[in-house]
């Protein structure tokens, strides 16, 4: 079946602006997460979805940042006046929501946001 | 503060050989340990996890995990041309705050050599 899409693969905008980035999973996963991977960086973790509700935030750098995942599908990152340093790769994974270590997420090819 | 660290490379292996690329972790809270796989411009791609001590094979990749030592590798037999990419360690806890985000690593570049 399909793996994990995301919307837009690319985004450029200007400082200050509004961008939405969509995730679609796996058929199936009920578990969502996004990351955040800067050059030469792992990803590091932003937030978890377990259905339509956000599991763990923690990782959200601020209140610029939202997610949401309404119909406990498509996941839609939010960032409201974003800055230089938002700039990055925005990777989605889904994983089958087993409530175990061993639950494995599978990546989306990402969305690369470039702030000017 | 869960850290996961790996030596950034390159590492370079001529064609054929064995590429061990090591990890070690901070959170003894940690139970399950990723291997990803990343090319360059391209996103994460899962080799294989591992979760109990000792070693796991899969094909030409063997997971090991010693727990007491915090430390997990991955080894690569017959090491091909299109090996070459950013391996990245990730670490789950599984329970408690934080369970099922992985903790990654900045990954290992590894170069295998024709």
């Known amino acids: 079946g399909a793996g994990v899409s995301q919307t837009p693969s690319n985004k450029v905008t200007e400082k200050g602006k509004y961008v939405e980035l969509r995730c679609d999973p796996i058929?199936?996963?009920?578990?969502l997460y996004w990351y955040r991977q800067s050059l030469g960086q792992g990803p590091e973790f932003l937030i978890y979805?377990?259905?339509?509700?956000?599991?763990?935030d923690s990782g959200l750098p601020n209140d610029r940042f939202f997610a949401v995942r309404p119909e406990g599908s498509v996941s839609t990152l939010k960032i409201q006046r974003t800055e230089r340093g938002d700039s990055a790769v925005y990777l989605c994974a889904s994983s089958l929501g087993l409530f175990s270590s061993t639950d494995t997420q599978y990546f989306g090819p990402g969305t690369r946001l470039t702030v000017l | 503060q869960k850290e996961v660290e790996q030596n950034s490379g390159p590492l370079s292996v001529p064609e054929g050989a064995i590429a061990s690329l090591n990890c070690t972790y901070s959170d003894r809270g940690s139970q399950s340990f990723f291997w990803y796989r990343q090319y360059s411009g391209k996103s994460p791609e899962l080799i294989m996890f591992i979760y109990s001590n000792g070693d796991k094979e899969d094909g030409r990749f063997t997971a090991q995990l010693n727990k007491a030592s915090q430390y997990v590798s991955l080894l690569i037999r017959d090491s091909q041309p299109s090996d070459s990419a950013t391996y990245l360690c990730?670490?789950?806890?599984?329970?408690?705050?934080?369970?099922?985000?992985?903790?990654f690593g900045k990954g290992t570049k590894l170069s295998v050599i024709p």
């Open positions: 979805f377990q259905g339509t509700g956000a599991a763990d």
């Open positions: 058929s199936g996963h009920t578990a």
């Open positions: 990730a670490a789950s806890r599984g329970t408690g705050a934080g369970s099922y985000q992985l903790t």
